[in-house]
Protein backbone atom coordinates (compact mmCIF):
# COMPACT_ATOMS: atom_id res chain seq x y z
CA UNK A 1 0.00 0.00 0.00
CA UNK A 2 1.43 3.18 -0.82
CA UNK A 3 1.94 6.71 1.28
CA UNK A 4 -1.60 7.83 -0.12
CA UNK A 5 -3.98 4.56 0.71
CA UNK A 6 -2.00 4.61 4.05
CA UNK A 7 -3.84 7.95 4.51
CA UNK A 8 -6.71 7.76 2.98
CA UNK A 9 -7.24 4.21 4.83
CA UNK A 10 -6.53 6.03 8.10
CA UNK A 11 -3.84 3.18 8.75
CA UNK A 12 -0.99 5.27 10.46
CA UNK A 13 -0.21 7.25 13.49
CA UNK A 14 2.16 10.05 12.52
CA UNK A 15 2.95 11.85 9.43
CA UNK A 16 4.64 15.58 10.00
CA UNK A 17 4.44 18.41 11.67
CA UNK A 18 4.49 22.12 11.07
CA UNK A 19 2.15 23.49 8.78
CA UNK A 20 2.34 21.03 5.67
CA UNK A 21 1.13 18.52 8.65
CA UNK A 22 -1.76 21.24 9.80
CA UNK A 23 -3.04 21.16 6.19
CA UNK A 24 -2.23 17.38 5.61
CA UNK A 25 -4.12 16.44 9.00
CA UNK A 26 -7.63 18.18 8.04
CA UNK A 27 -7.65 17.19 4.08
CA UNK A 28 -7.60 13.39 5.84
CA UNK A 29 -9.28 14.21 8.79
CA UNK A 30 -6.16 12.95 11.28
CA UNK A 31 -4.70 14.12 14.12
CA UNK A 32 -1.05 13.84 13.87
CA UNK A 33 1.22 13.31 16.77
CA UNK A 34 4.41 14.95 17.13
CA UNK A 35 7.51 12.29 17.16
CA UNK A 36 7.77 11.96 20.76
CA UNK A 37 4.42 10.95 21.00
CA UNK A 38 5.18 8.63 18.06
CA UNK A 39 7.45 6.95 20.24
CA UNK A 40 4.94 6.29 22.96
CA UNK A 41 2.34 5.26 20.83
CA UNK A 42 4.50 2.90 18.69
CA UNK A 43 5.14 0.98 22.20
CA UNK A 44 1.36 0.79 22.78
CA UNK A 45 -0.06 -2.57 20.91
CA UNK A 46 -2.21 -2.37 18.71
CA UNK A 47 -0.55 1.51 17.77
CA UNK A 48 -0.89 2.12 13.85
CA UNK A 49 1.40 2.01 11.82
CA UNK A 50 3.91 4.85 11.06
CA UNK A 51 5.26 5.59 7.31
CA UNK A 52 9.04 5.47 6.17
CA UNK A 53 11.00 8.21 5.79
CA UNK A 54 10.55 7.60 2.27
CA UNK A 55 6.97 7.94 2.53
CA UNK A 56 6.90 11.04 4.79
CA UNK A 57 8.98 12.23 1.99
CA UNK A 58 6.68 11.78 -0.62
CA UNK A 59 3.43 13.03 1.85
CA UNK A 60 5.52 16.80 2.49
CA UNK A 61 5.99 16.71 -1.64
CA UNK A 62 2.47 16.01 -2.62
CA UNK A 63 0.99 18.21 0.35
CA UNK A 64 3.24 21.20 -0.68
CA UNK A 65 2.95 21.05 -4.00
CA UNK A 66 -0.87 21.55 -3.95
CA UNK A 67 -0.76 24.08 -0.90
CA UNK A 68 1.74 26.12 -2.62
CA UNK A 69 -0.33 26.00 -5.90
CA UNK A 70 -3.49 26.82 -3.69
CA UNK A 71 -1.73 30.43 -2.17
CA UNK A 72 -0.86 31.31 -5.48
CA UNK A 73 -3.97 30.38 -6.76
CA UNK A 74 -5.30 32.92 -3.81
CA UNK A 75 -2.42 35.34 -4.27
CA UNK A 76 -4.88 37.85 -6.36
CA UNK A 77 -7.11 37.65 -3.29
CA UNK A 78 -10.14 35.28 -4.80
CA UNK A 79 -9.71 31.65 -6.72
CA UNK A 80 -10.86 32.00 -10.23
CA UNK A 81 -12.63 29.43 -12.44
CA UNK A 82 -9.67 29.46 -14.71
CA UNK A 83 -7.46 28.56 -11.94
CA UNK A 84 -9.76 25.52 -11.02
CA UNK A 85 -9.63 24.34 -14.42
CA UNK A 86 -5.62 24.80 -14.70
CA UNK A 87 -5.44 22.72 -11.42
CA UNK A 88 -8.12 19.78 -12.38
CA UNK A 89 -6.13 20.04 -15.71
CA UNK A 90 -2.47 19.43 -14.07
CA UNK A 91 -4.33 16.85 -12.14
CA UNK A 92 -5.87 14.87 -14.69
CA UNK A 93 -3.56 15.11 -17.65
CA UNK A 94 0.09 16.00 -16.58
CA UNK A 95 -0.37 13.52 -12.95
CA UNK A 96 -2.96 11.38 -14.10
CA UNK A 97 -3.99 10.60 -10.72
CA UNK A 98 -7.04 8.34 -10.03
CA UNK A 99 -10.45 9.52 -8.47
CA UNK A 100 -9.58 9.48 -4.94
CA UNK A 101 -6.10 10.88 -5.43
CA UNK A 102 -7.99 13.86 -7.02
CA UNK A 103 -10.23 14.43 -4.14
CA UNK A 104 -6.93 14.42 -2.04
CA UNK A 105 -5.30 16.06 -4.05
CA UNK A 106 -8.52 18.88 -3.95
CA UNK A 107 -9.14 18.41 -0.03
CA UNK A 108 -5.49 19.29 0.13
CA UNK A 109 -5.89 22.48 -1.79
CA UNK A 110 -8.89 24.32 -0.05
CA UNK A 111 -7.33 23.52 3.06
CA UNK A 112 -4.46 25.17 1.92
CA UNK A 113 -6.39 27.86 0.65
CA UNK A 114 -7.62 29.06 4.10
CA UNK A 115 -5.01 27.66 6.05
CA UNK A 116 -3.41 30.98 8.41
CA UNK A 117 -0.01 29.66 7.16
CA UNK A 118 1.73 32.02 4.02
CA UNK A 119 2.94 30.85 0.92
CA UNK A 120 6.53 30.71 2.20
CA UNK A 121 5.58 28.26 4.97
CA UNK A 122 5.05 25.71 2.94
CA UNK A 123 7.58 26.65 0.82
CA UNK A 124 10.24 26.80 3.91
CA UNK A 125 9.01 23.03 5.02
CA UNK A 126 9.56 21.59 1.49
CA UNK A 127 12.93 22.85 1.02
CA UNK A 128 13.71 21.73 4.46
CA UNK A 129 13.29 17.95 3.53
CA UNK A 130 14.68 18.53 -0.19
CA UNK A 131 17.21 21.19 0.06
CA UNK A 132 19.86 18.51 -1.28
CA UNK A 133 17.78 16.98 -4.40
CA UNK A 134 18.26 20.17 -6.87
CA UNK A 135 16.05 18.05 -9.62
CA UNK A 136 13.18 17.53 -7.30
CA UNK A 137 13.65 21.46 -6.40
CA UNK A 138 13.09 21.74 -9.76
CA UNK A 139 10.38 19.84 -10.79
CA UNK A 140 8.37 21.53 -8.16
CA UNK A 141 9.78 25.00 -9.61
CA UNK A 142 8.03 23.39 -12.83
CA UNK A 143 5.09 22.76 -11.42
CA UNK A 144 4.47 26.12 -10.06
CA UNK A 145 5.36 27.48 -12.57
CA UNK A 146 3.09 25.52 -15.38
CA UNK A 147 0.05 25.93 -13.43
CA UNK A 148 0.68 29.53 -12.88
CA UNK A 149 0.66 29.91 -16.74
CA UNK A 150 -2.14 28.31 -17.72
CA UNK A 151 -3.51 31.05 -19.20
CA UNK A 152 -0.37 32.46 -20.85
CA UNK A 153 0.47 34.25 -18.56
CA UNK A 154 1.78 35.47 -14.33
CA UNK A 155 0.18 37.98 -12.47
CA UNK A 156 2.40 40.01 -10.36
CA UNK A 157 1.10 38.39 -7.29
CA UNK A 158 1.75 35.47 -8.84
CA UNK A 159 4.95 35.96 -9.60
CA UNK A 160 5.91 37.44 -6.31
CA UNK A 161 5.43 34.02 -4.55
CA UNK A 162 7.31 32.29 -7.72
CA UNK A 163 10.42 34.60 -6.55
CA UNK A 164 10.09 34.20 -3.33
CA UNK A 165 10.03 30.29 -3.92
CA UNK A 166 13.76 30.90 -5.92
CA UNK A 167 14.90 32.55 -2.62
CA UNK A 168 13.36 29.77 -0.40
CA UNK A 169 15.08 26.87 -2.69
CA UNK A 170 18.24 28.50 -3.76
CA UNK A 171 17.29 28.43 -7.33
CA UNK A 172 19.03 30.93 -9.15
CA UNK A 173 17.30 33.81 -11.26
CA UNK A 174 18.82 32.49 -14.44
CA UNK A 175 17.49 29.25 -13.97
CA UNK A 176 14.13 30.91 -13.23
CA UNK A 177 13.81 32.91 -16.21
CA UNK A 178 14.80 29.86 -18.60
CA UNK A 179 12.40 27.83 -17.47
CA UNK A 180 9.38 30.69 -17.09
CA UNK A 181 10.42 31.33 -20.71
CA UNK A 182 8.92 27.24 -21.56
CA UNK A 183 5.50 28.60 -20.40
CA UNK A 184 5.35 32.73 -21.14
CA UNK A 185 6.47 32.41 -24.72
CA UNK A 186 8.11 30.07 -27.36
CA UNK A 187 11.05 31.69 -28.50
CA UNK A 188 14.10 29.04 -27.25
CA UNK A 189 12.06 26.98 -25.49
CA UNK A 190 14.16 24.19 -26.44
CA UNK A 191 17.28 26.11 -24.79
CA UNK A 192 15.51 27.06 -22.03
CA UNK A 193 14.45 23.02 -21.04
CA UNK A 194 18.20 22.40 -21.69
CA UNK A 195 19.09 25.49 -19.43
CA UNK A 196 21.19 26.80 -22.28
CA UNK A 197 20.99 29.51 -24.56
CA UNK A 198 21.46 30.60 -28.06
CA UNK A 199 25.11 31.57 -27.92
CA UNK A 200 25.82 27.67 -26.27
CA UNK A 201 28.59 25.80 -28.17
CA UNK A 202 27.58 22.51 -29.13
CA UNK A 203 29.54 20.90 -26.85
CA UNK A 204 28.18 22.87 -24.13
CA UNK A 205 24.93 21.94 -25.11
CA UNK A 206 25.78 18.03 -25.35
CA UNK A 207 27.60 18.64 -21.68
CA UNK A 208 24.08 19.86 -20.30
CA UNK A 209 22.21 17.30 -22.18
CA UNK A 210 24.19 14.17 -20.70
CA UNK A 211 24.39 15.84 -17.14
CA UNK A 212 20.11 16.41 -17.48
CA UNK A 213 19.47 13.15 -18.48
CA UNK A 214 21.41 11.64 -15.91
CA UNK A 215 19.47 13.47 -13.29
CA UNK A 216 16.09 13.13 -14.19
CA UNK A 217 16.34 9.23 -15.30
CA UNK A 218 12.93 7.66 -14.67
CA UNK A 219 15.13 5.12 -12.29
CA UNK A 220 16.99 7.87 -10.77
CA UNK A 221 14.24 9.93 -9.57
CA UNK A 222 12.20 6.84 -8.34
CA UNK A 223 14.30 6.56 -5.72
CA UNK A 224 14.39 10.86 -4.22
CA UNK A 225 11.18 10.54 -2.33
CA UNK A 226 9.26 11.67 -5.69
CA UNK A 227 5.08 10.37 -4.72
CA UNK A 228 4.84 7.73 -7.55
CA UNK A 229 1.38 10.10 -8.47
CA UNK A 230 4.10 12.72 -9.87
CA UNK A 231 6.79 10.06 -11.29
CA UNK A 232 4.74 10.46 -14.65
CA UNK A 233 5.15 14.24 -14.38
CA UNK A 234 9.02 13.46 -13.98
CA UNK A 235 8.92 10.97 -16.71
CA UNK A 236 7.98 13.45 -18.83
CA UNK A 237 10.77 16.24 -18.18
CA UNK A 238 12.82 13.38 -18.72
CA UNK A 239 11.30 13.14 -22.41
CA UNK A 240 10.75 17.19 -22.80
CA UNK A 241 14.89 17.05 -22.07
CA UNK A 242 15.10 14.60 -25.06
CA UNK A 243 13.06 16.51 -27.35
CA UNK A 244 14.64 19.34 -26.72
CA UNK A 245 18.31 18.04 -27.34
CA UNK A 246 16.69 16.59 -30.67
CA UNK A 247 15.55 19.57 -32.05
CA UNK A 248 18.48 21.73 -31.09
CA UNK A 249 20.88 19.42 -32.67
CA UNK A 250 18.53 19.45 -35.98
CA UNK A 251 18.50 23.40 -35.78
CA UNK A 252 22.34 23.31 -35.84
CA UNK A 253 23.07 20.24 -37.85
CA UNK A 254 24.78 18.73 -35.35
Not at 192 to 217: G, M
Request: net charge negative.
Amino acid sequence: MSWLGKMIGGTIGFALGGPLGAVAGAAFGHTFVDKKEQVYLSSRPGAQATLSSNEEAQLVFFTAAFSMLAKISKADGQVTENEISAIESFMKRDLQLDLNSQQTAINIFRQAVDSPENFDAFANQFYSVFRTQLNIIELMMDILLRVSTADGSIASEEEAMLLSATRIFNYSTTDYARLKSKYVKETNKYYAVLKCDETSSNEEIKKQYRKLVTEYHPDKIEAKGLPEEFIKFANDKFKEIQEAYDNIKKERGM
